[in-house]
């Protein structure tokens, strides 16, 4: 049973009940007994084995994983962390004996909440001292793995009767949950401390979904991510059931399963701000940005964690739902006339409630591994954390330099730690221009699409229904062209992923996808634009309300006004100096 439990709530369970330690070089890894071997080692490339169907493995000791239980420990190692790789095996499971009982002596807290939340961080600390544990070699560290596996053991059990404990408590509100606040099927209850409950509930037949999301949750904070903590209903549990009488008093769907989680009081009001939603009036731009950049930057930190480890969230908005699903790397489908990204038909709806908040990731569900397409999910997360971070900009008043520089830093942060030891230098100014270029172009789209009346976005969409596979949602605003995201895709990502994928980045315009110019797209939607507007000119004739001639001028007046602009932005990005990536290999 321990065995079991301990697999489906961590990333790393299995291996910690194996007879003796799993070491490094019996996964095919050799580790290294300082800290700078571990560092230039980069990020690992496929740390997890043994998956299962909800995304739970055990895991091979990986320099990613070991740095990060390091980095965990540091408040309660005396004198420099660093240090702990340098001592001989007897002193170091010493050490690792003093940390294990300073983890089991987390005192009771007088809140519940902060007792549950308390002891979480003793199980997160104890699972990264089985990890450094498991670094050790011989029997010294065989006994140090046993100390600390029985003492994250004895934290869990005291962590699952706390959960139960909180949950007890909740039972008289959840009979009449008319004072909780609901955000789609999740109803939120305040606690006195200021934390959160909230109970999210299945949909009809799927409470597996909710199994499985409680689990990835849960391993996902154990990874370091800042995950609310699902509340388990048993040692390996965590949906629950609403009571027949919580059910008739607040008719939750037929499906009564829900899974029930914590967020602390520090980021209780961030969880549920999405990141793009209009921030208080009685902020000024350089406060709004602040705290734009501030969740941008969380969840690229949280993104940068996930790829260390060889996952990836896979839906950061649901654009990926959208139509097909909507992917960056569309430009490599060959369509004649096609050149970079295609156009977004729902980004409006996209990215209106995505899985980007302020306190940074969300929906943990969507985590898995990526394995060899980890280059390319990266560039579906920047793609979309990006799209994301623009609206943020544009919703709350942030000019082109705002966005461009929390785009450069968040992609830089990325770089840095994914890039780190590669053969490829950083072009800094060639990203800013790209960024800023992309920036100014969305922020002005979201203006025009803002005031643009639902005729002319009838007018414009319409066109495109009759070219693309699929409709524009009729109550969608008008289409986001892939030429705005030109920058973004071409300019920005795609030289990332493929210097991830340790190939040479190419120049905007150079790939075998482009050898086509965006006018022939361009001229086909201006063209059905004009046809639909000599028909509806007639129309219009004919039922004697306006003469068509006015209809007309002004449809074609727009009409050329975008083609001009656009001819302008396509003559300069042909330009050699706004083409080079911002990513070059090095020399050898």
């Given at each position: 049973?321990?065995?079991?439990?301990?697999?489906?709530?961590?990333?790393?369970?299995?291996?910690?009940?194996?007879?003796?330690?799993?070491?490094?070089?019996?996964s095919?890894?050799?580790?290294a007994?300082?800290?700078?071997?571990?560092?230039?080692?980069?990020?690992?490339?496929?740390p997890?084995?043994?998956?299962?169907d909800?995304?739970?493995?055990?895991?091979?000791?990986?320099?990613?994983?070991?740095?990060?239980?390091?980095?965990?420990?540091?408040?309660?190692?005396?004198?420099?962390?660093?240090?702990?790789?340098?001592?001989?095996?007897?002193?170091?499971?010493?050490?690792?004996?003093?940390?294990?009982?300073?983890?089991?002596?987390?005192?009771?807290?007088?809140?519940?909440?902060?007792?549950?939340?308390?002891?979480?961080?003793?199980?997160?600390?104890?699972?990264?001292?089985?990890?450094?544990?498991?670094?050790?070699?011989?029997?010294?560290?065989?006994?140090?793995?046993?100390?600390?596996?029985?003492?994250?053991?004895?934290?869990?059990?005291?962590?699952?009767?706390?959960?139960?404990?909180?949950?007890?408590?909740?039972?008289?509100?959840?009979?009449?949950?008319?004072?909780?606040?609901?955000?789609?099927?999740?109803?939120?209850?305040?606690?006195s401390?200021?934390?959160?409950?909230?109970?999210?509930?299945?949909?009809?037949?799927?409470?597996?979904?909710?199994?499985?999301?409680?689990?990835k949750?849960?391993?996902?904070?154990?990874?370091?991510?800042?995950?609310?903590?699902?509340?388990?209903?048993?040692?390996?549990?965590?949906?629950?059931?609403?009571?027949?009488?919580?059910?008739?008093?607040n008719?939750?769907?037929k499906?009564?399963?829900?899974?029930?989680?914590?967020i602390?009081?520090?980021?209780?009001q961030?969880?549920?701000?999405?990141?793009?939603?209009?921030?208080?009036?009685?902020?000024?731009?350089?406060?709004?940005?602040?705290?734009?950049?501030?969740?941008?930057?969380?969840?690229?930190?949280?993104?940068?964690?996930?790829?260390?480890?060889?996952?990836?969230?896979?839906?950061?908005?649901?654009?990926?739902?959208?139509?097909?699903?909507?992917?960056?790397?569309?430009?490599?489908?060959?369509?004649?006339?096609?050149?970079?990204?295609?156009s977004?038909?729902?980004?409006?709806?996209?990215?209106?409630?995505?899985?980007?908040?302020?306190?940074?990731?969300?929906?943990?569900?969507?985590?898995?591994y990526?394995?060899?397409?980890l280059p390319?999910?990266?560039?579906?997360?920047?793609?979309?954390?990006?799209?994301?971070?623009?609206?943020?900009?544009?919703?709350?008043?942030?000019?082109?330099?705002?966005?461009?520089?929390?785009?450069?830093?968040?992609f830089?942060?990325?770089?840095?730690?994914?890039?780190?030891?590669?053969?490829y230098?950083?072009h800094?100014?060639?990203?800013?221009?790209?960024?800023?270029a992309?920036?100014?172009?969305?922020?002005?789209?979201?203006?025009?699409s803002?005031?643009?009346?639902?005729?002319?976005?009838?007018?414009?969409?319409k066109?495109?229904?009759?070219?693309?596979?699929?409709?524009?949602?009729?109550?969608?605003?008008?289409?986001?062209?892939?030429?705005?995201?030109?920058?973004?895709?071409?300019?920005?990502?795609?030289?990332?992923?493929?210097?991830?994928?340790?190939?040479?980045?190419?120049?905007?315009?150079?790939?075998?996808?482009?050898?086509?110019?965006?006018?022939?797209?361009?001229?086909?939607i201006?063209?059905?634009?004009?046809?639909?507007?000599?028909?509806?000119?007639?129309?219009?004739?004919?039922?004697?309300?306006?003469?068509?001639?006015?209809?007309?001028?002004?449809?074609?007046?727009?009409?050329?006004?975008?083609?001009?602009?656009?001819?302008?932005?396509?003559?300069?990005?042909?330009?050699?100096?706004?083409?080079?990536?911002?990513?070059k290999?090095?020399?050898?």
């Amino acid at each position: 049973m321990r065995a079991r439990l301990f697999t489906r709530i961590t990333l790393a369970a299995a291996l910690l009940f194996a007879a003796g330690p799993r070491h490094a070089l019996a996964s095919g890894i050799a580790f290294a007994k300082t800290a700078a071997s571990f560092k230039t080692a980069g990020p690992a490339a496929t740390p997890f084995t043994d998956l299962n169907d909800s995304g739970l493995a055990s895991v091979i000791l990986t320099p990613a994983l070991y740095e990060s239980s390091l980095a965990k420990l540091e408040p309660l190692f005396t004198g420099d962390p660093q240090a702990f790789t340098s001592m001989d095996v007897s002193r170091a499971r010493r050490v690792l004996n003093e940390v294990g009982m300073s983890i089991e002596a987390t005192a009771p807290k007088n809140n519940l909440s902060e007792h549950v939340l308390a002891l979480d961080e003793a199980r997160k600390q104890a699972f990264a001292a089985v990890v450094l544990a498991q670094a050790l070699p011989g029997t010294e560290g065989a006994e140090a793995t046993r100390m600390i596996t029985q003492t994250y053991h004895r934290v869990g059990k005291r962590l699952i009767a706390a959960e139960k404990a909180l949950m007890k408590n909740l039972s008289h509100r959840m009979e009449d949950l008319g004072e909780a606040s609901w955000y789609g099927r999740t109803a939120v209850l305040q606690l006195s401390d200021g934390s959160l409950v909230a109970l999210k509930s299945a949909p009809e037949n799927a409470a597996e979904n909710l199994q499985a999301e409680g689990e990835k949750m849960r391993a996902a904070g154990i990874l370091g991510l800042g995950t609310p903590l699902p509340l388990g209903a048993g040692e390996e549990a965590y949906v629950r059931r609403f009571s027949p009488k919580e059910l008739e008093r607040n008719q939750f769907p037929k499906n009564e399963t829900y899974l029930p989680y914590l967020i602390g009081k520090e980021h209780a009001q961030e969880y549920f701000s999405y990141l793009g939603d209009a921030l208080p009036n009685n902020l000024n731009g350089e406060e709004k940005a602040e705290i734009i950049a501030k969740a941008a930057f969380q969840a690229i930190d949280e993104l940068t964690l996930l790829n260390t480890h060889n996952l990836a969230h896979e839906s950061l908005a649901p654009l990926s739902h959208s139509e097909a699903g909507w992917r960056w790397d569309y430009w490599r489908e060959s369509y004649q006339g096609r050149r970079g990204p295609t156009s977004i038909h729902n980004w409006r709806s996209s990215l209106a409630y995505a899985n980007l908040r302020l306190s940074g990731l969300a929906d943990f569900e969507h985590v898995n591994y990526a394995w060899e397409e980890l280059p390319d999910s990266i560039g579906q997360n920047l793609t979309e954390w990006s799209l994301l971070v623009a609206k943020a900009g544009a919703q709350n008043g942030l000019n082109k330099k705002q966005v461009g520089a929390i785009l450069k830093e968040g992609f830089l942060r990325h770089a840095n730690v994914m890039l780190a030891g590669q053969p490829y230098s950083m072009h800094v100014q060639h990203l800013e221009f790209q960024l800023n270029a992309f920036a100014g172009s969305f922020l002005h789209f979201h203006r025009l699409s803002s005031i643009l009346p639902r005729p002319i976005v009838w007018l414009i969409n319409k066109p495109i229904s009759m070219l693309s596979v699929r409709n524009v949602p009729l109550d969608e605003a008008v289409v986001l062209s892939g030429s705005i995201l030109q920058r973004l895709v071409m300019g920005a990502v795609r030289p990332y992923v493929q210097a991830l994928q340790e190939r040479e980045p190419l120049r905007i315009g150079d790939g075998p996808w482009e050898s086509g110019t965006e006018s022939v797209g361009l001229l086909t939607i201006s063209f059905m634009t004009s046809v639909s507007a000599l028909l509806i000119a007639s129309i219009i004739k004919s039922w004697g309300l306006f003469p068509p001639q006015i209809i007309i001028a002004v449809i074609g007046g727009l009409t050329s006004l975008i083609l001009v602009s656009l001819t302008v932005a396509f003559l300069r990005a042909r330009t050699a100096r706004l083409r080079d990536p911002w990513l070059k290999r090095k020399s050898p």
